[in-house]
Protein backbone atom coordinates (compact mmCIF):
# COMPACT_ATOMS: atom_id res chain seq x y z
CA UNK A 1 0.00 0.00 0.00
CA UNK A 2 1.26 3.52 -0.98
CA UNK A 3 0.52 6.94 0.93
CA UNK A 4 0.14 9.87 -0.98
CA UNK A 5 1.09 13.12 0.41
CA UNK A 6 -0.05 16.32 -1.64
CA UNK A 7 1.60 19.73 -1.03
CA UNK A 8 1.89 23.47 -2.79
CA UNK A 9 -1.66 24.37 -2.84
CA UNK A 10 -2.43 28.01 -1.61
CA UNK A 11 -3.88 30.98 -2.19
CA UNK A 12 -2.51 33.08 -5.29
CA UNK A 13 -4.24 35.94 -7.64
CA UNK A 14 -5.60 35.02 -11.28
CA UNK A 15 -3.19 35.07 -14.06
CA UNK A 16 -0.30 33.56 -11.36
CA UNK A 17 1.12 30.21 -10.71
CA UNK A 18 1.49 27.30 -8.73
CA UNK A 19 3.59 23.67 -8.83
CA UNK A 20 1.90 21.00 -6.63
CA UNK A 21 3.48 18.00 -5.34
CA UNK A 22 2.38 14.76 -4.80
CA UNK A 23 4.70 12.71 -2.84
CA UNK A 24 4.55 8.37 -2.40
CA UNK A 25 6.50 6.57 0.49
CA UNK A 26 6.75 3.51 -0.96
CA UNK A 27 9.54 2.79 -3.48
CA UNK A 28 8.91 2.23 -6.66
CA UNK A 29 6.75 4.84 -7.18
CA UNK A 30 7.49 3.93 -10.99
CA UNK A 31 5.14 1.56 -10.42
CA UNK A 32 1.89 4.15 -10.10
CA UNK A 33 0.20 5.41 -12.72
CA UNK A 34 -0.81 9.05 -11.21
CA UNK A 35 -3.59 11.75 -11.47
CA UNK A 36 -4.42 14.94 -10.07
CA UNK A 37 -8.56 15.42 -8.99
CA UNK A 38 -9.58 18.93 -7.85
CA UNK A 39 -13.34 19.14 -5.76
CA UNK A 40 -15.51 22.13 -5.39
CA UNK A 41 -17.86 22.22 -2.37
CA UNK A 42 -21.37 20.63 -4.12
CA UNK A 43 -19.49 19.31 -7.21
CA UNK A 44 -18.52 16.09 -7.98
CA UNK A 45 -14.47 15.45 -8.33
CA UNK A 46 -13.10 16.04 -11.32
CA UNK A 47 -10.43 14.76 -13.35
CA UNK A 48 -7.32 17.57 -13.93
CA UNK A 49 -4.59 15.83 -15.21
CA UNK A 50 -2.71 11.54 -15.64
CA UNK A 51 0.40 10.11 -16.09
CA UNK A 52 1.62 7.03 -16.88
CA UNK A 53 4.12 5.06 -14.72
CA UNK A 54 7.00 5.75 -17.27
CA UNK A 55 5.70 9.49 -17.89
CA UNK A 56 5.38 8.82 -21.76
CA UNK A 57 1.81 9.37 -21.42
CA UNK A 58 -0.38 11.96 -20.18
CA UNK A 59 -4.08 13.31 -19.89
CA UNK A 60 -5.52 16.63 -19.60
CA UNK A 61 -9.24 17.90 -19.16
CA UNK A 62 -10.05 20.17 -21.59
CA UNK A 63 -10.25 23.61 -19.01
CA UNK A 64 -6.43 22.85 -18.54
CA UNK A 65 -4.92 22.34 -21.42
CA UNK A 66 -2.08 24.70 -22.36
CA UNK A 67 -2.14 25.79 -18.51
CA UNK A 68 -1.49 22.65 -16.66
CA UNK A 69 1.73 20.42 -16.66
CA UNK A 70 2.06 17.18 -15.14
CA UNK A 71 5.28 15.37 -14.58
CA UNK A 72 7.22 12.49 -12.50
CA UNK A 73 10.50 12.44 -10.96
CA UNK A 74 10.14 8.30 -10.09
CA UNK A 75 14.09 9.03 -8.50
CA UNK A 76 12.16 11.34 -5.82
CA UNK A 77 9.53 9.39 -5.47
CA UNK A 78 6.91 12.53 -6.75
CA UNK A 79 4.39 13.92 -9.51
CA UNK A 80 4.26 17.29 -10.19
CA UNK A 81 0.90 19.79 -11.42
CA UNK A 82 2.74 22.92 -12.42
CA UNK A 83 -0.11 25.46 -12.97
CA UNK A 84 -0.01 28.32 -15.01
CA UNK A 85 -2.05 31.38 -15.76
CA UNK A 86 -4.47 30.30 -13.28
CA UNK A 87 -8.20 31.54 -13.29
CA UNK A 88 -10.72 31.61 -10.20
CA UNK A 89 -12.45 29.23 -11.78
CA UNK A 90 -9.67 26.71 -10.80
CA UNK A 91 -10.39 27.25 -7.24
CA UNK A 92 -10.86 23.53 -5.50
CA UNK A 93 -9.29 21.07 -3.42
CA UNK A 94 -6.12 19.14 -5.64
CA UNK A 95 -5.91 15.58 -4.68
CA UNK A 96 -3.63 13.15 -6.39
CA UNK A 97 -4.35 9.50 -7.21
CA UNK A 98 -2.65 6.48 -7.60
CA UNK A 99 -2.84 3.13 -9.45
CA UNK A 100 0.29 0.44 -9.61
CA UNK A 101 0.45 -0.78 -12.74
CA UNK A 102 2.78 -3.46 -14.42
CA UNK A 103 5.30 -2.86 -17.27
CA UNK A 104 3.49 -3.39 -20.10
CA UNK A 105 0.15 -1.11 -18.36
CA UNK A 106 2.19 2.75 -19.58
CA UNK A 107 -1.17 4.04 -19.57
CA UNK A 108 -2.47 7.26 -17.68
CA UNK A 109 -5.83 7.04 -16.35
CA UNK A 110 -7.98 9.63 -16.49
CA UNK A 111 -11.42 8.12 -14.54
CA UNK A 112 -11.40 8.45 -10.78
CA UNK A 113 -12.19 4.50 -10.20
CA UNK A 114 -9.62 3.36 -11.53
CA UNK A 115 -7.41 4.76 -8.92
CA UNK A 116 -6.60 3.09 -5.34
CA UNK A 117 -4.87 5.29 -3.48
CA UNK A 118 -5.95 9.15 -2.45
CA UNK A 119 -3.83 11.66 -0.80
CA UNK A 120 -5.36 14.02 1.95
CA UNK A 121 -5.48 16.92 -0.90
CA UNK A 122 -4.50 20.58 -1.01
CA UNK A 123 -6.31 23.69 -1.45
CA UNK A 124 -6.09 26.25 -4.51
CA UNK A 125 -7.25 29.56 -3.86
CA UNK A 126 -7.10 31.65 -6.95
CA UNK A 127 -8.72 35.14 -6.51
CA UNK A 128 -10.08 37.83 -8.93
Known amino acids: QVQLVESGGGLVQAGGSLRLSCAAS????????VGWFRQTPGKEREFVAA????????NYADSVKGRFTISRDNDKNTVYLQMNSLKPEDTAVYYC?????????????????????WGQGTQVTVSS
Open 26 to 33: RRPFSNYA
Open 97 to 117: AGRETSYYDNYSYTDEHQYDY
Open 51 to 58: ISWSGGRT
